[in-house]
């Protein structure tokens, strides 16, 4: 077996998530039912069982945090984070609007990360450095091939821009109070000049990093989400500004926001403040 860059790993493994959620795609799926309106299906299984095949092949010293399977290993240093189906409520209604994310960390340090899009065959990786786009076609045989650490056939750079003009919000919050989505796309000054969308996905944070997002907002905890860890890492790693909800560092407060560029993160931040604002005051 080759001995793969950790980032050829996490491609690997998402894109045998991805392949496993194409197969299931449009057909009878089994919901297992996490809250009233949270639900896994057997397609979100098979994906993580497949992920954590290809990480215990090539880490099998690592420790595992899978979504739907949770923590196993022995407090290793190292970590691999797998969200098997990132849009599980978009998949199971037929609505091609999902990922596979898989993030390697050490302690606060994401190493490799890597989000597919099982319909398009995207793959998007960082090591930590580049921040990258693989065509699905040679996504998998560059991961068994090569073990130099190198760019492979297919890998393009992620450049982020503010042409799109679109701003994905995130719909999902807490349920103990308001959250800043639900207001922001309200917003008629967010409206006025941006063009706003939800999809439900953490897709689209990445779509941040390859320009066809101007940015990205989300309301919650995020560190160490298994859902946001390796878009973060790939926004970050190709120059988008990631901060929190306030314009902090990521992960100092709540929330999450991703842009394109520095002018189009301070417009985010002034739009977000009077609904953080309102979310703050709100009693707990």
């Given at each position: 077996m080759p001995n793969l860059p950790d980032h050829e790993v996490a491609i690997a493994a998402a894109t045998a998530g991805a392949a496993e959620l194409r197969a299931a795609y449009g057909g009878d799926l089994t919901r297992i039912a996490k809250s009233a309106t949270d639900f896994a299906t057997t397609a979100d299984l098979a994906s993580e069982r497949a992920i954590m095949s290809v990480l215990s092949a090539h880490r099998p010293l690592d420790d595992r945090e899978g979504e739907e399977t949770g923590?196993?290993?022995?407090?290793?240093?190292?970590?691999?984070?797998?969200?098997?189906?990132?849009?599980?409520?978009?998949?199971?209604?037929?609505?091609?609007?999902?990922?596979?994310?898989v993030a390697l960390v050490a302690g606060a340090d994401v190493l490799a990360a890597a989000v597919a899009d099982p319909f398009t065959g995207e793959v998007f990786w960082t090591d930590g450095s580049r921040a990258m786009v693989r065509a699905v076609a040679v996504a998998v045989a560059v991961a068994v091939a090569d073990s130099s650490g190198g760019l492979g056939a297919g890998d393009s750079p992620l450049r982020p821009s503010r042409d799109s003009g679109i701003v994905d919000v995130n719909a999902d919050g807490p349920l103990d109070r308001p959250f800043v989505g639900a207001g922001l796309v309200a917003d008629p000054a967010l409206r006025a000049a941006w063009a706003p969308r939800v999809l439900s996905t953490t897709l689209a944070v990445a779509w941040v990093a390859s320009g066809r997002?101007?940015?990205?907002?989300?309301d919650g905890d995020l560190a160490g989400?298994?859902?946001?860890?390796?878009?973060?890492?790939?926004?970050?790693?190709?120059?988008?500004?990631?901060?929190?909800?306030?314009?902090?560092?990521?992960?100092?407060?709540?929330?999450?926001?991703?842009?394109?560029?520095?002018?189009?993160?301070?417009?985010?931040?002034?739009?977000?403040?009077?609904?953080?604002?309102?979310?703050?005051?709100?009693?707990?």
């Open positions: 923590l196993s290993g022995a407090g290793a240093e190292r970590r691999w984070l797998v969200d098997p189906l990132c849009g599980t409520v978009n998949f199971a209604a037929a609505t091609p609007l999902a990922c596979v994310n997002r101007a940015a990205y907002v989300s989400s298994v859902h946001f860890t390796a878009g973060i890492a790939i926004c970050a790693a190709s120059g988008a500004v990631v901060t929190d909800l306030a314009g902090a560092p990521v992960h100092t407060g709540p929330g999450l926001i991703v842009a394109a560029d520095e002018q189009t993160h301070s417009a985010m931040v002034a739009l977000v403040g009077p609904h953080l604002t309102a979310i703050t005051r709100h009693p707990s």
